[in-house]
């Protein structure tokens, strides 16, 4: 009998210890746990319309996303509503879950869950069920794991190229799960959820507001005369003083020079043009008798009138009044005023603000230049802009 006894308490030893290391070496699925900070950034909610998504959620602490043991799949589970079309392609498709992975030739069918990936350490497909709107996720063999309780994000560019993804066709709020099937040998052909989240997600008649809005068109323009760029009131003029056959009068420190100011919101620009009412310096007694106007360069004891650039600011100097010279002290180059409304200046075929040119007036006589003291002439300034 004691030889039976310590048999039998050998025998219930063994199957202790057998038991324990049974339980010691069966592998432990994961416990299911749902994952954190989920959300899905849409380009458009509207009904009806393409939308890309951004999905993005966090794993659970202790879960990594990996095909070390098992091959991990996650997945985005559209609802019904939605619809998918077209051929998509790899370029459609981005992971990041702490390493930008590289997405590969995606499989897409009615019931399609697994798709063929290539060995690379950061390589992934994506399986499309396009009857059942389902998005999978599926790492290479080689696949270097992600970190525990990482986050992740996947993006679907479901609005332009060759696959699509279009908003439920009514005005709703629905529901989108995001699925994880985690150390698991059925992951790629049946798929047990083992970690998941779902998000609400809005459809809205419409997403878009148009926002509209009038411009008026507008310019504004203004004339000053003085000797240094100060704003002046009308009326403007400028006063030669006596002109003598041996020098040249000019815009100077005590002449004044015609300053013009210009602003537009014309898209074609604007010009300003000059016309002159006696196309000389004209005696008001005797109005034959004239200091005539030619575009030249001026020289004392020849007799001209005519005006330069001296700055055109922002704003364009206009042939002939944009000659080489225009300072006080030189022989300037000028161009000619008459009867004819002639380009003086322009904002170079565009809007402009703030456009602020000077002109200098010039004039000499000659020795049979007739004696008066009433020379005199009106320049007529006029700025057109081209809506």
Not at 109 to 124: E, L, M, P, Y
Not at 333 to 362: E, F, K
Request: with cysteine; glycine share 6%.
């Amino acid at each position: 009998m004691k030889f039976k006894k310590l048999f039998i308490a050998n025998f219930v030893s063994s199957v202790t210890i057998v038991a324990l290391l049974a339980v010691m070496v069966t592998p432990q699925l994961a416990n299911a746990a749902a994952f954190t900070a989920s959300k899905d950034t849409a380009t458009r909610l509207e009904i009806s319309a393409l939308s890309d998504h951004t999905v993005v959620f966090t794993l659970p602490t202790g879960i990594d996303f990996d095909s070390t043991t098992q091959t991990d799949i996650l997945r985005v589970d559209f609802p019904s509503t939605f619809a998918t079309s077209g051929t998509w392609l790899a370029s459609e498709f981005t992971l990041n879950d702490g390493t930008a992975r590289t997405s590969v030739t995606p499989s897409q069918g009615a019931g399609i869950i697994d798709c063929t990936v290539a060995a690379g350490v950061n390589n992934f497909c994506v399986a499309i069920d396009t009857t059942a709107f389902i998005f999978s996720i599926k790492p290479s063999a080689t696949w270097t794991a992600s970190a525990t309780a990482a986050t992740v994000t996947f993006t679907i560019a479901g609005s332009t190229g060759n696959g699509t993804l279009t908003n439920p066709s009514s005005v709703a709020a629905t529901n989108i799960d995001f699925q994880m099937c985690d150390e698991t040998a059925s992951c790629t052909t049946s798929f047990t959820n083992s970690h998941s989240s779902q998000i609400a997600y809005a459809i809205a008649d419409s997403d878009r507001v148009s926002v509209t809005a009038t411009v008026n068109s507008t310019i504004s323009f203004d004339l000053d005369t003085a000797t240094t760029d100060t704003e002046s009131a009308a009326a403007y003029s400028v006063a030669l003083g006596t002109l003598a056959i041996g020098s040249v009068n000019r815009s100077n420190g005590s002449i004044n020079s015609i300053w013009t100011d210009l602003a537009t919101n014309a898209s074609g620009g604007a010009i300003i043009t000059v016309l002159s009412t006696n196309s000389s310096l004209a005696s008001t007694s005797v109005p034959a008798d004239t200091v005539p106007s030619a575009t030249a360069t001026m020289a004392a004891g020849t007799a001209n009138y005519g005006l330069c650039i001296a700055t055109a600011g922002t704003l364009t100097a206009v042939s002939p009044y944009n000659g080489a010279t225009c300072v006080d002290g030189a022989a300037n180059t000028v161009g000619l005023v008459d009867a004819t409304s002639r380009n003086i200046l322009n904002s170079g075929g565009a809007p402009v603000a703030a456009g602020r040119a000077q002109i200098r007036v010039n004039a000499a006589i000659s020795g049979v230049t007739k004696a008066h003291t009433d020379y005199t002439d009106t320049l007529t300034f006029i700025a057109t802009g081209t809506f």
